[in-house]
């Protein structure tokens, strides 16, 4: 097991240590944009629709790298611009995403599509082995619709429903 030397923990409990990895209001966020949104840039994570001020996330940014979660890469085209991309250690965490999105959409009234939550519900082994895929060969095509694109479906509330029957 690698991480941080225990001293600097509060316990050595893995959800304790986890908590402190990536629990604040805003990692999560992070991460989830890179998996399922395809966001790659700082501009897409602040106009994510989170309202995460710029110095809040140029730190959990930062933090999130120092973590190895992360990775920055120069873009290609244009030297000044940076590309986050998430590193093995943080593709690892889309079982635990999709599990939450899930729960979160059984017990909550979301936003989230129907179809979408359904999806990772129904197949969640196909759902995370795309989200691999698509991490693999670096395609940023969203696994989810981004804020903003097209007409959201009806709300969880209904797919709890006819979980119900």
């Known amino acids: 097991m690698s991480g941080k030397a225990s001293s600097t923990r509060r316990s050595g409990c ?7 990895l990536f629990g604040d209001r805003w990692s999560l966020l992070i991460v989830r944009d ?4 395809g966001y ?6 602040q106009q994510s629709g989170e309202g995460i001020a710029s110095n809040v996330l140029a730190g959990r940014l930062r933090r999130l ?3 190895g979660m992360i990775t920055v890469e120069v873009e ?6 940076l590309n986050y991309r998430l590193t093995e250690k943080g593709i690892d965490l889309a ?3 999709l599990e939450l999105y899930v729960w979160t959409a059984r017990h909550e009234n979301t936003g989230a599509p129907c179809a979408v939550i359904e999806a990772m519900r129904r197949n969640p082994r196909e759902l995370i082995a795309e989200v691999r895929r698509r991490w693999r060969e670096r395609d940023s095509t969203p696994l989810i619709p981004r804020p903003g694109d097209g007409a959201r479906s009806a709300n969880s509330r209904s797919l709890r429903k ?3 029957r």
């Open 14 to 20: 893995p959800v304790s240590i986890a908590l402190d």
């Open 34 to 37: 890179l998996m399922v949104r």
């Open 40 to 45: 790659r840039t700082f501009k897409e994570f």
């Open 65 to 67: 790298q120092a973590e």
């Open 76 to 81: 290609e085209s244009d030297g000044r611009r």
């Open 95 to 97: 079982p635990v995403l």
């Open 162 to 164: 006819e979980r119900k």
